[in-house]
């Protein structure tokens, strides 16, 4: 075999290679070998080829190389596979290199993988992918050749190979290759091979793989990265690793991304995470999300973030949340955001340094659901400039503890339609201290409902320009236990109109210093109806200037029992003739006989004839000879004869002959026969015709 020429070697058939002994095989001179034909080479048994010397390997022509069978390929030893030159390992079948053995591939040398087609490079096996392929490999391979690597073959590289791939060589990695990485693939990633994945290569990651991302690669992450990251991905990421993300990074998350956290990642979120949250960002976040938010993220929104939250975001805040939020934050809120709180978080979540941050359009857009839930210590807190901003319906919402609690200062702000809007129970809860603080221009605009539920308290202390504000209709409500608490500088207040207003239950409730107070002009101004209503203390207590200010009207008006028991000899003194002329008979005839005599001589001339009638034998009695000799002829006639006959001698002496001279007949035979006898002669002389024709045989 050796002595063979290398001519003799190259004409030997196939069957004559395949027959020879694997020492003859080896025996070849590496020229005789290299002058093998291609069917002989490709006749070789494995047993041959085993045996095969590396001189011999390194003979073998590319022509040659490409030859062998994929069996024959499997045959060779790691030596025979490490002399193959990079030509001939480049020119072997493909199929060859599948059937290749891991120590076979984890022999071929750098500069042979080098040399490798990308078609031979993915027709290894991920078997051998995972347990040949070395590190140093790895790194000899090129973009290209990355890039011809199967999914397959990528997913079964081991970690230590995948951490060996050259940063410029990521980029032959395919969106497949990277969504077929393992967890445990990704999670081995340097950092800067990390950071030299494209956009579309980090948005291949599933969402197992972006889970794994460790925190280290979470920093390492580039803005423009971030940005990539599906929602999927960013709601797949720990609690730990959204909390690694740069704020840059985070602020470069798409806003669907931001909408994908989890509520246990948003409340991982650093403050200056929240800081860095754009306002499309934070108009993305879910009410569940908001929800989530710590007092500090709360705190850390910018006021542009918050106003880019949506009213349901408001609407599902915590009392502590709200209660977190700066007044820097309060006072850039909408209308609408604020409308939004719950009454719960109103109540119990608004601070009064919030409240004093609100401005009036604020306040304004407040519910009234919201303006009624206020603790009384936030309503306190409401600036006096902000109070117009309550709606009248906010007002009317107030409860009374609420109404009780404002200020006086607050209570003086509030405008007319404000004052008219709250409740009856509202006004009711005004406190003495309240009451007294009241413009005129807000007694004023009290409605007759709202004066009716004040307290007796509350009426007494209004001050008299404020009564004297009130509407004839709102006096005209006040309740008999509210008019017995009217002080007498009240009761000066009032105006002719509104004296005029009071019924007769409310005068007939005066107490008597007030009937004293009434002016003049406001006790005339009274219903007639009223004076019937008096009581004998109230017609006591009338003063002589008022009595003399009374209509006719009036005093006619007045109980014969009150004529009787309350009026006052001062009073009756006090009248005019003319209202003594109004006086009725039957009250004429209820005059005690103090009073009867208390009249003025001029002015008994007012005494009607059916007043004289009525005189009761008493009265006529008790009538002084003055008042007797006063009256007038008319008068005189009109005496009963009851009445005659009471006249006592005093009484009789007095007569005038004029007044003797119009006795009837039956006032003369009425009269006692002491009367008769106490007649002065003038007087007897006087007397008519028909009453001497009637006088009786005693009296005769």
Known sequence: IIALTTTQAGVLTSQQVAALSTNAIVALETSDFAALKTASLAALTTNQVRALTTDQIVALSTTAANALTTAQVAALT????????????????????????????????????????????????????????????????SSNQIAGLTTAQVAALSTSNLVAIEVADLAGLSSGDIAALKTAQVAAFTTSQLVALSTGQVAAFTTAGAAALTTDQIVALTTTQAGALT???????????????????????????????????????????????????????????????????????????????????????????????TTAQVQSLSTSALAALSTANIANGLTSDQIVALSSTQLAGMTTAQIGALSTSNLVAIEIADLAGITTAGIAALKTAQVAALTTDQLVALSSGQIVALTTAGAAAL??????????????????????????????ALETSGFAALKTASLAALTTNQVRALTTDQIVALSTTAANALTTAQVAALTTDAIVALETADMAALKTAAFAGLTSTQVAAITTAQVQALTTASLSAISTANIANGLTSDQIVA????????????????????????????????????????LKTAQVAALTTDQLVALSTNQFVALTTAGAAALTTDQIVALTTTQ?????????????????????????????????????????
Do not use: W, Y
């Open 78 to 141: 790691t030596d025979a596979i490490v002399a193959l030159e990079t030509a001939d390992m480049a020119a072997l079948k493909t199929a060859a290199f599948a059937g290749l053995t891991s120590t076979q591939v984890a022999a071929i040398t750098t500069a042979q993988v080098q040399a490798l087609t990308t078609a031979s490079l993915s027709a290894i096996s991920t078997a051998n992918i995972a347990n040949g392929l070395t590190s140093d490999q790895i790194v000899a391979l």
């Open 231 to 325: 929602s999927q991905q960013v709601a797949a990421l720990s609690t730990n690793a959204i909390v690694a993300l740069e704020t840059s990074d985070f602020a470069a998350l798409k806003t669907a991304a931001v909408a994908a956290l989890t509520t246990n990642q948003i409340r991982a979120l650093t403050t200056d995470q929240v800081v860095a949250l754009t306002t499309e960002g934070a108009g993305a976040l879910t009410t569940a999300q908001v929800a989530a938010f710590t007092t500090d993220a709360i705190v850390a929104l910018e006021t542009a973030d918050l106003r880019g939250l949506d009213t349901a975001s408001f609407a599902a805040l915590t009392s502590a949340q709200v209660a977190a939020l």
């Open 431 to 460: 406190t003495t201290d309240q009451i007294v603080a009241l413009t005129t221009t807000q007694a004023g605009v009290l409605t007759s409902q709202q004066v009716a539920g004040l307290s007796p308290a509350a009426i007494a």
């Open 575 to 614: 009248l005019s003739s003319n209202q003594i002329a109004g006086l009725t008979t039957a009250q004429v005839g209820a005059l005690s006989t103090s009073n009867l005599v208390a009249i003025e001589l001029a002015d008994l001339a007012g005494i009607t004839t059916a007043g004289i009638a009525a």
């Open 660 to 700: 003797a001279g119009v006795l009837t007949s039956q006032q003369v035979a009425g009269l006692s026969t002491n009367a008769i006898v106490a007649l002065e002669t003038a007087d007897f002389a006087a007397l008519k015709t028909a009453s001497l024709a009637a006088l009786t045989t005693n009296q005769v």
